[in-house]
Structure formats: structure tokens, C-alpha cells
């Protein structure tokens, strides 16, 4: 038996794990301090009723007779997949059903998806990103280049003028900038994409925070993006299902990767339950206002942090199309995740656990209840006009 020898290239210590183990440390020396997370990458609130019903129902169907079911299609239930499709003409994007793979979430889609490439194509990964795309690909051991998101570019990658590659990785809204891409600027991907013969896998977790004008929520909105792109999305951040599971993945009639999927998917994965899909379709029909009223009470969250940040002059992106604040601490990330710890008992997340253009700047989430987001921005407040004032004088790591 020989071991996966890429194993060895995946850096030592993820970071979430990393972040839990100074935070676990600091309760352990401090036990009576009551620590707030800004730092939290899940959801807090509790489902929808509507949600919880549709459980009921379809757990009580399997019950009986007439409405048990075995196993489902490879590719998700009619009735969920007509859901989405009406999701998407709601908002004047035309897609088939045949288009359309429920999966157990985005992340187990972007990952596994890369079962249909050969191991020789170049990755291009925006840098700061979602960590799992690039450490998907180096288990499986592809060449990554990077494309840099920077204050510049307002931490919206372009597609580089010299470099090219054959797989192309797009967040938008992005986890962790919050940055988000117009119609506009994805055209310069499609047309980047059509040129190289490559294809875009485009992760929009996060489209329902999408409020912006010209902003898109799908990259189908673009013309030409049929041609090159496979779309991924979740349940997930727009209706709780973090630990409900289901999510799912658009590929294009006209491209090879459509049939693929579906063999690959009747090999490896056996559905989605039953009872999560109806779950799923409870939130895009009669339950949807519901995901609407989660999503705007975690952005009004994150307007309390960026109102305040205003306030502060302290330079960030995000917070309007995502529940995510980037903001420039000015110094190493992991020296001012400590210091924010130890003086006001905040978590928050070191930007250069995203990529290395992401030293000197802090990840912000808007996941939590509004009491403790107020409470963690008061102590904020407290603390940035501290560490101004001492910055200079401490000795901080610091960074351009
Ligand atoms: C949370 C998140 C996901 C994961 O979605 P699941 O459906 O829960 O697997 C995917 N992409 C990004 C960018 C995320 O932040």
C-alpha cells in the first residue's frame, strides 16, 4: 500500500484548527472571561418553521406505504430540481433541468467535481480565498497559479494578462473579502475562460446577500458563460442548512462535464435524502421569505460592524453583498488575532490563513445574535482606539 504522496504538500495546520487552538488555550488560562467570535464561519440562527414542517412531512410520508422511498435519483428529485429552476427564471436566467445536480453541499461539489479533470491542467485560485480549493487540488496534485485580489483591485481578481490555465476558481460574494463581482467584470472571466479553453467553477455560496446593483448572482448572467462555467451553491448560508446538507451544481447541456457528472455521481455518491430535498425545496417555494429574513438579519449585523468601522476610518470591503468584514489591521494577522484576544476577548480570523495577500488583514463574520454583535463592537471600539494609540510603540510584526 502506498499513501497519497500530495498529502505531505497540505500545510501543517488548517486554519480553523489553528484559530480553535489559541482560543481553546486563552479559556483554558482564563476561564471566567467571556469571549465573543467574530469569527465564526457558520450559521447561528435556528431553521425556518417552514423547514422544520417540511421535515415532519416528509419523515412521516417515509412512514407509510404509499410514500416510502429507497434510494433517489443520482442527480436530486424533480421537485427539487424544478424548484431551482424556477429559482433562477424568477430572476430571468433560463436553465434546464437536466442542467441542475442536487449534491450534499457546495463544498462536497467543488471538491469532488474535480474527479472529472486530469491531473495535468493548470489551477488558477484567486489569493485571499476559501481555503478547500486549494488544498482539493493538492491532493490531487495540479499546478496552482494564483491571481492576486488586492486593496488595488478592490480584492477582485482579473484575469492576468500573460498567464494562462485550464481550471479557473471564482467566490463571489467572496469568502473571506466579501468582495463581490459586477456583470461586467465576469465578462472579462468568460471571455478570459473562452480564449484559454478553460473552465470557470464559480462558487456563489453566498448570491442571496447579493444587493448591489449590477452585481451578479449568477455567472450565467453573463454572455458566453454557458460556453465555460459550472455554477455551485448552497443552502447552506442562505437558509441554515450548514448541518442540514444539500446544495447544488449547474453544468451546461452543451458541455461534456454535464454527462460526466451524472456517471461520476452514479459511481461515488448514492443522493441526498429524501427528506433533505423537501427541506430544501420548502425554502425556494413557500418558505423563501424566511431564507430573505435570515439573510438581512445577519447583514444587519454586519452594518452595525461596518457602520461603526465608518466611524473608525478603518479601511475594509464587504459587509454589503456578504456576512463577511475584511479590514486592514496594518500589522501581521495572527500577532493582532493574540493581542485582539487577549485585550478584549474578541475571536476574529487572520487574513493570511486565506492566502498570502492576506497578511494585515482580519476576516469579520456577521454570524451571531445582534446583542452579542453590538456587544463585540463596543469592546471594538474600545480596543482599535488603544491599538492606535499604541501600535507604533509595541512590537508588532509589520506589513505593507
Ligand atoms: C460555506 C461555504 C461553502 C460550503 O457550502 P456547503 O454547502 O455547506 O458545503 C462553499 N463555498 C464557500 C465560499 C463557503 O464559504
Redesign the pocket.
Known sequence: MKLNKNFKNLKENYLFAEVSRRVEKYKADFPSSDVISLGI?DVTLPLSNKAVDACRSAGLDLGTTGGFRGYGPYDGYPFLKNAIVDYYKRRNIEIHTDEVFVTD????G?GNFLDLFDEDNVVMIPDPV?PAYVDANILDGRKIVYCDATRENKFLAMPPKKVKADIIYL?SPN?PTGAAYTVEQLKEWVDYALENKAVILY?A??EAYIEGKGIARSIFEVVGARDCAVE?C????MAGF?GV?C?WTVIPMNSPLNRMWLHRQAIKFNGTSYVVQRMAESMLRGGYEDTKLMVSAYKNNAKIITKKFDELGIEYTGGKNAPYIWFYCGVDSWEFFDYLLSKARLVCTPGCGFGKNGNGWIRLTSFNSKERTEEAIKRFEKFWKDFEAVKNKLTFSTVK
Open positions: 464561519g453541499g457546495a463544498k462536497n467543488i476559501y467566490c469568502n462558487d455560496a453566498y455551485f448552497s443552502f447552506s448560508k450548514t446538507r446544495g
